[in-house]
């Protein structure tokens, strides 16, 4: 395999106007940064910075002196040496998908259009960019009969969602987390040199930065291993709110007994008025079991049988579909929102704790919040990966978490909110958390501890302290150095 040049159209298209407007003023209006800078940067006021960091969640705000709008791995490493020329510490943002820290100065590096997917089909491997997201990826393994552990939305970049263990609602339970098979990584450190890391090579790098994520450097490609997937028996089965107190024990039990080629999660949503789904749900607080099953649709359908009985059903999502169509699991919005997130893992889910969920997020309650929900852990996902990783708490059962989408006004009721349902839950949390989940609110070097078992984060602060003792990469969910 080599380089992942391709860029997805609509990408390239996007990045044009921007790159334009960019080499428009290369001349007069360019800052005196030398001849050294990098080629395609924009500053406050430019054409195009604007849309170049804004994210998909717009609680983050971002306003780095220079944005790098980087091609390939030759423009990161300029961007990464200009930063430590100058001090400053430097963002890598694909999608803004997650909310971590608002930041005003610094390098903010888009890898929006380095977006390359290079599938090989002997390996069972795709080689993906920086900039790559789990639809274009999808798309691109289908055809081979392959695929990978996507996260629940299209949009997702692939990278910082493997980075951070990657939780696939598809079969991770099956499989393990997305970082359990990533076999080889390029990566530019604090020192702008570009570093490959293979289980054999850059060993304790290799570790960290699967789970570490963004904080020992910018990814610059990312080798994963792929499978014999072509089908998922999936969906969603939504239950009205009122029938919680039947749904979510049974749902718990089953889930208890499936076998590992079932992933599950169970979740209040609030479904918005213009949602794209049948009238009989649009507008509604409903319990949304979502089920993903590997294997024969008939035995699928034997599996999620017993769900289908223990409450009235709303609408039965759930049925056999090409994988390319596993965004339907979940039905993620789109973006750009204004979401405000908080997160834990549980230990277990006995019955207080679903009736504590169902006080405070079901039916009649006053929750503002448009999401809570539980992800069954477990199979896989709770076992070591043959190269060991940094992705902690292996041990939890659930995860647990919550999204209030607020305009500004709304902000401190929803925030309030999210703190409570934390709070009530309490008394289940193991005291960790998953770091692709952690959120703005959560993005103290405290909260990002949690993320850890404890001997994984004093190596995550070693490994730190070798390759980026400065800090550069703190823009994110800081593991800080000594
Ligand atoms: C709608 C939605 C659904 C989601 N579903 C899932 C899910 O099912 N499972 C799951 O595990 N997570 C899920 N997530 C969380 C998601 O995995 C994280 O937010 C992830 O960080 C997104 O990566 P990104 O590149 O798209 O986002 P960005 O916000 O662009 O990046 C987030 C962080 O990733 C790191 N990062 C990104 N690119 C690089 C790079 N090239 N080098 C080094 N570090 C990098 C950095 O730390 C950066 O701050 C979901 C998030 C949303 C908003």
């Not at 290079?118 to 990826?137: K, N, T």
């Not at 970082?179 to 060993?203: F, K, N």
Request: aromatic share 8%; with cysteine.
């Amino acid at each position: 395999m080599t380089e992942p040049q391709a860029i997805d159209r609509r990408t390239l298209l996007r990045a044009g106007g921007v790159l334009g407007a960019a080499g428009a003023l290369g001349g007069a209006g360019a800052p005196a940064y030398g001849t050294t800078r990098p080629d395609h940067w924009l500053r406050p006021g430019d054409e195009g910075y604007a849309e170049a960091v804004a994210g998909f969640n717009t609680t983050v705000t971002r306003g780095p002196e220079a944005v790098v709008l980087a091609r390939d791995a030759r423009d990161v490493q300029k961007a990464v040496r200009y930063a430590g020329r100058h001090g400053l510490p430097v963002c890598v943002m694909a999608t803004g998908h997650q909310a971590s820290v608002s930041f005003e100065g610094g390098v903010l590096v888009s890898t929006a259009a380095m977006s390359g997917i290079q599938v090989d089909e002997r390996s069972a491997s795709v080689r993906v960019g920086p900039g790559a997201q789990w639809g274009p990826i999808a798309e691109a393994t289908a055809p081979h009969g392959l695929a990978g552990l996507a996260g629940s939305s299209v949009s997702v970049g692939a990278v910082g969602y493997t980075l951070g263990g990657g939780l696939s609602p598809t079969f991770g339970r099956l499989h393990g987390y997305a970082s359990d098979h990533v076999s080889r990584l390029e990566i530019v450190t604090a020192d702008g040199e570009l570093r490959v890391a293979t289980p054999e090579r850059e060993q304790d790098l290799f570790w960290a930065v699967r789970g570490g994520k963004g904080n020992f450097g910018i990814v610059t490609s990312l080798d994963f291993g792929l499978f014999d997937v072509r089908t998922l028996y999936a969906g969603a089965i939504l239950y009205p709110a009122e029938a919680a107190a039947d749904v979510l024990p049974a749902w718990r039990d089953w889930a208890a007994e499936v076998p590992e080629s079932v992933t599950t999660s169970a979740a209040f949503v609030r479904i918005p008025p213009e949602a794209p789904l049948p009238e009989q749900v649009r507008g509604r607080l409903v319990v949304s079991v979502r089920v993903s099953f590997v294997g024969e649709a008939t035995e699928g359908a034997r599996i999620v049988e017993p769900l289908r009985g223990v409450a009235p059903v709303l609408l039965d999502g759930v049925e056999e579909m090409p994988f390319t169509d596993w965004g339907r699991i979940h039905s993620d919005p789109e973006g750009p929102i204004p979401a405000y997130e908080r997160t834990g893992l549980l230990g277990g889910l006995p019955d207080r704790a679903i009736e504590t969920m169902i006080a405070l997020a079901g039916a009649g309650s006053d929750s503002p919040m448009a999401l809570v929900e539980v992800r069954q852990l477990g199979g896989a996902l709770g076992r070591e990966p043959e190269v060991p990783s940094a992705v902690g708490h292996r041990d939890a059962a659930f995860t647990f978490f919550t999204i209030g989408v607020a305009p500004p006004e709304r902000e401190e009721e929803v925030r309030a909110y999210a703190d409570l349902l934390i709070g009530a839950m309490e008394p289940w949390s193991t005291g960790g958390a998953y770091v692709n989940f952690l959120s703005g609110d959560e993005a103290d070097p405290a909260d990002v501890r949690r993320a850890y078992d404890p001997q994984a984060y004093e190596r995550l602060v070693s490994v730190k302290s070798e390759v980026d003792g400065q800090n550069m990469f703190r823009l994110t969910h800081n593991i800080p150095p000594r």
